[in-house]
Each structure stands twice: as structure tokens, then as C-alpha cells.
């Protein structure tokens, strides 16, 4: 059997020319544009100086066009950022930033003459792990918009490991983070609904989109999901603003600080249509803590092979990139990549149909179609 190193010296060596993830699975290519939006009501409350809140986002659109261009998948900077993040965090002996920095992602080109995005169609917010950079899930997220809908992944300032603003100024991860101790002191909340009150403002859609031109995005088919805390960001954040139509979180602790009295409510009553998706056979203590406060539809299903971290692009990368999973299946799990972005694709795709539409359920949610994706099943639903 080869050795670890062996293996990871192999994917050195295979990805300097540079490699090609899949193209979007659904019906529509879909555009990329980054940029930032500023909060200037708000100061950053880890930043050492006053400093208004600047997060930076990735809009994947859907769009019809005849072809797609290669386009790095992260800046190099954040990419060269990725090797000793990981090798740090996961105890691994060989840089794998090249595994980042030449990853490729296949979009519509930004000339208005080729491209037709689709105006006006469902938007979701997306919040990333702890951490962990919204890059880290381009793939997912450009899935899930060639099916119909506008996502926009999020960068937290202070919590994402590096963020690189237009300017080139970077911003690095603080750990200080952790000590907030409820969720009305941790801004990931109010920076979603800032984003929502951003897509009203047709001056910042104009910076923010240059092809969009001065036009405002209707609000009221706004949901939001995410991964690990950025799931449970997902859930708080739709019980403090109504804008929110749904949420899914994607194996995410809903932390909070237990006040003496007892164990902690951070999440307020809310109405809104809840999936949570687990990995392995799991229900979070805090997702049974928070499960009767939530009033609407609610699914709790779980994905058979997986771990925390198989709900990224990392695993999606490793097969890009010619490379097999199989050395890091305690890390990544060893359900097939590919399956997991269609699992994620269509579990997102059902619920948030349902959200927007009022008809939440179907032969999916409803566990009415095993044969259609095995690996997952239902543990505990509600309000159907």
C-alpha cells in the first residue's frame, strides 16, 4: 500500500498544471462575481481599531450561455494560505496547497453579449464552517445555482482564516471569536440580514454586480443555509428576521451559553421551514433543544459515509484532481463526491422550492424515494 506521504507527494506532483472541477449538474451555467459590501452602521467588534464591518461575497447566478471559462477557484493568496491551515488543524505532514491554488472552475464568461443570467429567481444565503473560507465551497454553491437559484456565499470578517479584499488588504481569523458567548454578541445574523438589505439598494447591486447595472433584487424569496456554525447562523438568523423564508443547516452545533437557570434558547419561535442534514447516524443535542421552537416544517435526515467536513468542496477537489479520498476517508468520509454534491444539490433544491412555494414535503423530503440516494435517511420529522 502506498504511504500517506507517497500519495500526497503524487497530488503534488498532478496538480501544477492546474485541473478542472465538474460543471454545474443543473439545467443553467452559472456566472461568478466577487466583491464586497460595507456595513458602515456597524464597526467589526473584533477588529483592534474602529473599523466598519466589511464582508466579502461570492454571487453565483444562473445563466444560459454557450460556453463556460476556467477561473481559479480561490486567489492565490488565499490558496498559498490553505497548505499550513490544514496541515495545522488536521496534523498533516505535506503542504496541500497546491490541491487549492490550482484548482479551476468552469463559468459563463462575464461578456454581456455571451451570457444571459436569469433575473430575479430565488436567492440563498450561504455562511461557511468556522474558520474555513466561503471558497471552500464554490462547487457546492455553483450547484445549487445552475438549478435556478442566486447564492451568494459569505465571508465573515475575523472568522474566515484569511479574506483578501480588492485593495489586497487581508484579514485573518480571531480566535477571540469563540469567546462570544451568546448569539446576540455573534454577528453572523446581523451580517445576513445586512446582505438582505443590500439587495434592496439598487447603488450597491450596481457595485456590487457591474453587469447588473442599478437594479435592486426583489426580497421577498430570500432563504439561507450553511455548514457547521454557518448552518446554525442559518437557523438564528431566520428567527430573528422574517425576511428569511427557510433555513438548512448542514451539520452545524447551535452553541449558545446555558444561563443558570438552565439550558440556553437561542433560537427564538419562528415559523420558517427547517432542514437539518447530519452526518452519519447523529441528531445534535442542540438541534432536539431547538426542535420545539420551531413551528413550521422541520427534517432532520442524516448522510450515510460522511463526516463534518465531506459537506465542502475538499473531497469534490480530491477528485478533480485525480486523487482518491480513500487515505482521508476518517477526515472526508468515503461516500463518492460527486454523490454528495447531488445529494446536497437536491435536498437544497427540494427544500427551498418548498419554502418559497408554501408547499413544503414531496416524495424526496418524505423519504418516499430510497432508491433515489441511499446513503440518506430520515431521523426525525415535523409539520408537514
Request: glycine share 6%; charged share 15%.
Amino acid at each position: 500500500m502506498q504511504s500517506m506521504l507517497s500519495i500526497l507527494l503524487l497530488l503534488l506532483a498532478n496538480t501544477t498544471a492546474g485541473y478542472l472541477v465538474p460543471n454545474s449538474p443543473g439545467k443553467y451555467n452559472v456566472t461568478l462575481t466577487t466583491g464586497p459590501l460595507i456595513d458602515y452602521t456597524r464597526n467589526d467588534p473584533y477588529a483592534a481599531t474602529p473599523t466598519p464591518r466589511a464582508l466579502m461575497l461570492s454571487v453565483f447566478q444562473p445563466a444560459t450561455c454557450a460556453s463556460t471559462v476556467p477561473v481559479p477557484d480561490m486567489p492565490n493568496k488565499i490558496a498559498d494560505y490553505q497548505g499550513p491551515f490544514l496541515e495545522k488543524t488536521f496534523n498533516i505532514s505535506v503542504n496541500l496547497t497546491p490541491l487549492f491554488l490550482e484548482a479551476r472552475l468552469p463559468v459563463c464568461s462575464d461578456h454581456p453579449d455571451s451570457c444571459s443570467p436569469l433575473d430575479d429567481g430565488p436567492i440563498l444565503l450561504f455562511s461557511p464552517g468556522y474558520s474555513i473560507p466561503r471558497l471552500y465551497y464554490n462547487v457546492l454553491a455553483s450547484a445549487i445555482a445552475s438549478e435556478g437559484f442566486t447564492v451568494i456565499t459569505i465571508d465573515h470578517p475575523e472568522d474566515a482564516n484569511i479574506i483578501i479584499y480588492p485593495d489586497g488588504h487581508a484579514v485573518y481569523n480571531n480566535a477571540s471569536i469563540l469567546s462570544s458567548p451568546t448569539w446576540d454578541e455573534y454577528p453572523r445574523a446581523a451580517d445576513a440580514s445586512f446582505v438582505i438589505d443590500q439587495l434592496s439598494n439598487a447603488t450597491a447591486m450596481a457595485e456590487l454586480l457591474p453587469q447588473r447595472g442599478p437594479r435592486p433584487f426583489p426580497t421577498d424569496r430570500v432563504a439561507m443555509l450553511g455548514h457547521s456554525v454557518g448552518g446554525a447562523s442559518a437557523i438564528i438568523a431566520a428567527s430573528r428576521d422574517p425576511r428569511i423564508r427557510g433555513a438548512i443547516n448542514w451539520d452545524g452545533t447551535i452553541f449558545g451559553s446555558p444561563p443558570p437557570s438552565g439550558l440556553s434558547q437561542p433560537v427564538q419561535i419562528m415559523s420558517q421551514p427547517v432542514l437539518f442534514m447530519s452526518h452519519q447516524n447523529y441528531a445534535d443535542p442542540s438541534w432536539l433543544a431547538a426542535w420545539p421552537q420551531l413551528k413550521g416544517p422541520k427534517l432532520v435526515v442524516y448522510v450515510a459515509n460522511t463526516t463534518h467536513y465531506t459537506f465542502s468542496d475538499v473531497p469534490t477537489l480530491f477528485q478533480a484532481a485525480g486523487q482518491s479520498t480513500a487515505p482521508f476517508a476518517d477526515l472526508l468520509g468515503t461516500i463518492a463526491p460527486a454523490e454528495m454534491v447531488r445529494i446536497l444539490t437536491a435536498y437544497t433544491t427540494a427544500w427551498m422550492n418548498g419554502a418559497f412555494t408554501g408547499k413544503e414535503g414531496g416524495p424526496l423530503l418524505q423519504g418516499q424515494e430510497p432508491g433515489k440516494f441511499p446513503e440518506v435517511s430520515t431521523m426525525m420529522k415535523g409539520n408537514f
